[in-house]
């Protein structure tokens, strides 16, 4: 990733109006972190955590995990 942190690239989320809920899933997207994990760290249901993975795909325009970390680690 160019030597970049991921929350350097997860600032230019923001443009797209990522929640600060939904910038933190994707960080531990980013970590390799599956949807139980993630709703174990923060003390929320999967069904919460796999909508919130939903509304990121759709602000930012992808359709899997896949493309959003490749998102992630090619904007400018």
Avoid: C
């Avoid at 030597?3 to 970590?31: A, C, D, H, W």
């Avoid at 949807?35 to 174990?40: G, H, M, Q, V």
């Avoid at 939903?54 to 899997?64: E, G, P």
């Amino acid at each position: 990733m160019d030597g970049k942190s991921p929350e350097m690239f997860l600032e230019n989320f923001r443009r797209y109006g990522l929640t600060k809920t939904e910038i933190e899933i994707v960080q531990m997207l980013f970590k390799g972190m599956d949807n139980k994990t993630i709703a174990e760290s923060l003390f929320i249901s999967e069904e919460t955590v796999k909508k919130h993975i939903y509304n990121t795909f759709r602000k930012t325009q992808v359709k899997n995990r896949q493309a959003l970390l490749h998102k992630l680690q090619t904007m400018h």
